[in-house]
């Protein structure tokens, strides 16, 4: 049975990839913050054959130990603070968990690397490592100038998997560009869209309150994101991976779509602008070149904008009613 450890097992991406690797056959570990958050969690998306470990990423003797105990042949690093918007109200707290905690998960895996144990590590990049960057749409090869703190904590591990991928270790990179499904909790503006166009739709009025509606972001879907995890760990090299959908929409497009699939055309009038919501430094127009991920890992996405956002909606049409 393959052995396999993911961080941030309960997050988005954490829950889409156990149930894929539970199904897989694997026996999957994972790395949690609270043990008794995990255990709910466990029960809600039935995936109590996974063993957690509690173990805050902020802590690297800890985060070293647990590698070691578990020794994977797979790590998924998906744990960390992981909203721009978090991290400007906790800086600091971003990158001792989101960039020296990926340090941490590099260097377990360099000393079980080094102790005969080869491990394939996989970091979740981001986009946000390009901040305001020159070239559209970005690739593997953009100039990594972060406008954010959590873009500066990406940035540092980043670059980090990069000098550990010199020493021998196997880290590969996925250049994740804004993935979404109906696990996105409330605090990211899709689905923060998505649940107040079903209650607006529902209660037959209402408002939504939002900052800038001009953002741009290139906006995929998430089983597809972790698609492209496991390609890239199991690739026969290490290597970066932009993994995008080539396309970008802005907000006010998200918000458009959004309550259209749920039958409101006259979408302006349930938008008010709200200044909190406008973030510090924004990032320059988001699009990703996936042409590598495609051409060497045959990865492509699965849906279109129009049918992410139509899911998202049709959930959350379905819890409130
Ligand atoms: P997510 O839902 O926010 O999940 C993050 C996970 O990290 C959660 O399980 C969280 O546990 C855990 N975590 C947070 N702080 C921790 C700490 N101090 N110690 C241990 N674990 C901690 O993120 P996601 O959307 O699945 O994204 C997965 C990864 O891809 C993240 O690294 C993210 O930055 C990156 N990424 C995501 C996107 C995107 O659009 N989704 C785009 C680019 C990159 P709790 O829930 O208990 O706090």
């Known amino acids: 049975m393959r052995r396999t450890l993911v961080t941030g097992v309960t997050g988005q991406d954490g829950t889409i990839l156990a149930r894929r690797l539970v ?3 694997h026996e999957v570990h994972g790395l949690v913050l609270d043990a008794d958050a995990a255990e709910a969690w466990a029960t809600a998306h039935e995936l109590e054959a996974v063993t957690r470990h509690t173990v805050d990423l902020a802590d690297p003797d800890a985060v070293c130990r647990v590698i070691a105990d578990v020794a994977p042949a797979e790590l998924y690093h998906l744990g960390g603070q992981s909203s721009v918007a978090a991290s400007w109200a906790d800086p600091l707290g971003t990158l ?4 020296l905690g990926a340090a941490a998960v590099f ?16 970091q979740a990049s981001s986009a946000e490592i390009f901040g305001r960057a ?4 970005q690739d593997e090869t953009t100039a990594i100038r972060p406008v954010s703190p959590y873009g500066a904590a990406k940035a540092t591990a980043h670059h980090l998997a990069h000098v550990y991928r010199e020493r021998g ?3 590969a990179c996925a250049i994740l560009y804004n993935h979404e499904s109906t ?4 605090s990211f503006v899709t ?11 529902h209660a037959g009025g209402g408002t939504l309150a939002l900052g800038n509606l001009d953002a741009q972001r290139d906006w995929g879907w998430a089983p597809d994101y972790v698609d492209a995890l496991v390609s890239a760990t199991r690739h026969t090299e290490a290597d970066d991976f932009v993994v995008a959908t080539g396309q970008t929409h802005t907000v006010a497009d998200f918000v458009r779509v959004a309550f259209a699939h749920a039958g409101i055309e006259d979408w302006r009038s349930h938008v008010t602008l709200d200044e909190r919501f406008v973030r510090p430094a924004e990032a320059s127009i988001q699009v990703g070149d996936a042409s590598k991920a495609r051409r060497v890992l045959g990865w492509a996405p699965t849906l279109t904008f129009e049918q992410i956002v139509g899911r998202m909606v049709d959930h959350d049409l379905a819890i409130i009613g």
């Open 96 to 99: 001792a968990v989101t960039g």
């Open 107 to 122: 260097e377990g895996a360099h000393r079980l690397t080094e102790a005969g144990h080869p491990v394939r590590v996989v």
């Open 169 to 171: 270790t196997f880290i």
């Open 183 to 186: 696990l996105r909790p409330e």
């Open 134 to 137: 020159e070239q559209s749409p």
């Open 191 to 201: 689905r923060k869209i998505t649940a107040g166009v079903a209650r607006i739709a």
């Open 23 to 25: 199904a897989e056959g």
